[in-house]
């Protein structure tokens, strides 16, 4: 079962976790907010991107690279959304886009639109790094699949105290969203203090993530059923999958 009186620190990005702060508190979980990264545009490789598919990975990748050539210009024949806020931000530039429900790369994987790619022009449309399986299991399939990078991510720095700070208002809760988010609190968390590997439990949102917390010998973990606040609000009030 779930502990009592979670207190859950939201380390995702903007917008989503401050949307996700909220939504926690609106059901009566303390949450604090502290994301790990902000945005920064990078320049398009191609002044008009071209292929046959198009998947975009986030929010930022839409709107980042929305903002330097129309994606509604862009010569691509099929639209992927990796999540529905991904969806709905190109819904409103005009574009449809194709979501799975199982919003991360094994999702989008699994969607009958990629069963037969061979010789398809893939672009991935991403940050700095990152969605490696798609790139990988879309190339197995007879893909061309590049990257296309719309921005960097800014990593935070905090002053050694912050853990234990932390740790003395009470957090006992920490959402991952990604296998990077996880690998930097556990660089800055686990090392200082047994409580964060030990006692703490650890809200991951996906099985990748998941297995990289179990690595790192995390002793709780919560696997959310995806990625999105919807799902990490339910993991942290049910405590669904708890591992103990």
Not at 145 to 166: D, E, G, H, M, N
């Amino acid at each position: 079962m779930i502990k009592p009186n979670p207190h859950v620190l939201v380390t995702r990005p903007e917008p989503k976790g401050r949307a996700l702060v909220s939504l926690l508190q609106q059901q009566g979980i303390k949450a604090r907010f502290e994301p790990l990264f902000t945005y920064q545009p990078t320049p398009l490789t191609t002044s008009l991107p071209q292929a046959d598919i198009a998947i975009f990975v986030s929010q930022a990748a839409v709107e980042l690279a929305n903002a330097q050539v129309p994606i509604s210009r862009w010569q691509v024949t099929l639209f992927i959304a990796v999540g529905k806020a991904t969806q709905e931000t190109l819904k409103q530039l005009g574009v449809s886009a194709v979501t799975p429900l199982q919003q991360n790369s094994e999702g989008v994987l699994a969607l009958d639109e990629l069963a037969h790619v061979d010789t398809k022009d893939i672009i991935i449309v991403r940050g700095e790094n990152g969605r490696e399986l798609m790139f990988d299991e879309l190339t197995k399939r007879g893909a061309q699949v590049k990257y296309l990078q719309s921005y960097l991510r800014l990593w935070r720095t905090f002053k050694p105290q912050i853990a234990q700070q932390w740790h003395d208002e009470g957090i006992n809760f920490i959402i991952c969203s990604s296998v990077a988010i996880l690998e930097k609190m556990a660089k800055l968390l686990v090392t200082t203090d047994n409580y964060w590997q030990r006692s703490c439990t650890w809200v991951v949102a996906s099985s990748r993530i998941y297995a990289k917390a179990k690595q790192l010998e995390l002793t709780h973990i919560i696997l959310a059923k995806g990625a999105s606040n919807q799902d990490l609000l339910e993991a942290c009030q049910n405590g669904s999958n708890y591992d103990r």
